[in-house]
Nanobody, 117 residues
């Protein structure tokens, strides 16, 4: 089992910045990918940013150039730096970890990001 604990969500004005954190614990040695998804009211959950153990990253087109995903190996923590936030970034942000070969998917509890115009 993998436990994911997010933090960092807040209310921020448009143009502002936030950094989300997701601390992973438990059986983390087989994790292949980690990333962030978000879900706005009335919408489906969507990928925001993700990286793989092989070093590749990918971002949703809507956040490219504004958001950056990173990982601190020593702390087993993945971060999402969000700059130039827009009202359309308002959503609950979920941390995700996957063990592809074991077909296991883990989610954090979510953290609310609200961007006011």
């Amino acid at each position: 089992q993998v436990q994911l604990v997010e933090s960092g969500g807040a209310l921020v004005q448009a143009g502002g910045s936030l950094r989300l954190s997701c601390a992973a614990s438990g059986s983390i040695f087989s994790i292949n990918t980690m990333g962030w998804y978000r879900q706005a009211p009335g919408k489906q959950r969507e990928l925001v940013a993700r990286f793989t153990k092989g070093g590749s990253t990918n971002y949703a087109d809507s956040v490219k150039g504004r958001f950056t995903i990173s990982f601190d190996n020593a702390k087993n923590t993945v971060y999402l730096q969000m700059n130039n936030l827009k009202p359309e970034d308002t959503a609950v942000y979920y941390c995700n970890a996957e063990k592809i070969y074991l077909r296991e998917v883990y989610w954090g509890q979510g953290t609310q990001v609200t961007v006011s115009s």
